[in-house]
């Protein structure tokens, strides 16, 4: 069964960087996008990017141009995403979610736990 | 400021049905398909929904989803406690804003 799983919960100061990583397993890692969404307390969601792990292709939202940062290494099937001068309004849980299907434009289908990452000085 | 607007909550009894909008534009809903996303409390969001009326396998036939245009919409009938929880639209988006938008949730309350 396809399985996402993140590291664990981060506290950062305001600055410092943070890199998660969402290990996938139960299907074949270099088939299916990975995206990243953050949800920030009480929020709603907010989709930042995705990866292709095949290619290593990446595609992110505005918003976090020049501080998001999308790998993966297809040796351990997992992809990472480092957000770098973080500030307060960085604290959020953030989700990797591997596309549904593997076609173009396709819906979140499976996610990761999530990881909370705190920022505070 | 969500792309896609939903309303903030909605509520129903055990047993009733029903219905939260999604309201978008020509570039996202109008020209894309609409996924929805259930979140219960504390827990990842899941597919509910997606291509508009599509339902994973193990999603109750209660949940369908419609489209009409730039808007969308989630149905559930036959309410049940455990269907309280956040429900979010999504599309992808072919402006520069980014290829993927949400609703702002819409939050279920059963009675």
């Known amino acids: 069964q396809v399985q996402l799983v993140q590291s664990g919960a981060e506290v950062k100061k305001p600055g410092a960087s943070v890199k998660i990583s969402c290990k996938a397993s139960?299907?074949?890692?270099?088939?299916?996008?990975i995206h990243w969404v953050r949800q920030a307390p009480g929020q709603g969601l907010e989709w930042m990017g995705w990866?292709?792990?095949?290619?290593?292709?990446?595609n992110y939202t505005q918003k976090f141009q020049g501080r998001v940062t999308m790998t993966r290494d297809t040796s351990i099937s997992t992809a990472y995403m480092e957000l770098i001068r973080l500030r307060s309004d960085d604290t959020a849980v953030y989700y990797c979610?591997?596309?549904?299907?593997?076609?173009?434009?396709?819906?979140?289908?499976?996610w990761g736990q999530g990881t909370l990452v705190s920022v505070s000085s | 400021q969500s792309v896609l607007t939903q309303p903030p909550s909605a509520s129903g009894t055990p047993g009733q049905r029903v219905a939260i909008s999604c309201s978008g534009s020509?570039?996202?809903?109008?020209?894309?398909?609409v996924n929805w996303y259930q979140q219960l409390p504390g827990t990842a969001p899941k597919l509910l929904i997606f291509?508009?009326?599509q339902r994973p396998s193990g999603v109750p036939d209660r949940f369908s989803g419609s489209k009409s245009g730039t808007s969308a919409s989630l149905a559930i009938s036959g309410l049940q406690s455990e269907d309280e929880a956040d429900y979010y639209c999504?599309?992808?988006?072919?402006?520069?804003?980014?290829?993927?938008?949400f609703g702002g949730g819409t939050r279920l309350t059963v009675l």
């Open positions: 990866i292709n792990p095949s290619s290593g292709g990446t």
């Open positions: 139960g299907y074949t890692f270099t088939g299916y996008y």
């Open positions: 999504a599309a992808w988006d072919d402006s520069l804003d980014g290829p993927v938008v």
């Open positions: 291509r508009n009326n």
């Open positions: 979610a591997r596309v549904r299907a593997a076609t173009t434009r396709s819906s979140f289908g499976f």
């Open positions: 020509s570039s996202n809903i109008g020209s894309n398909t």
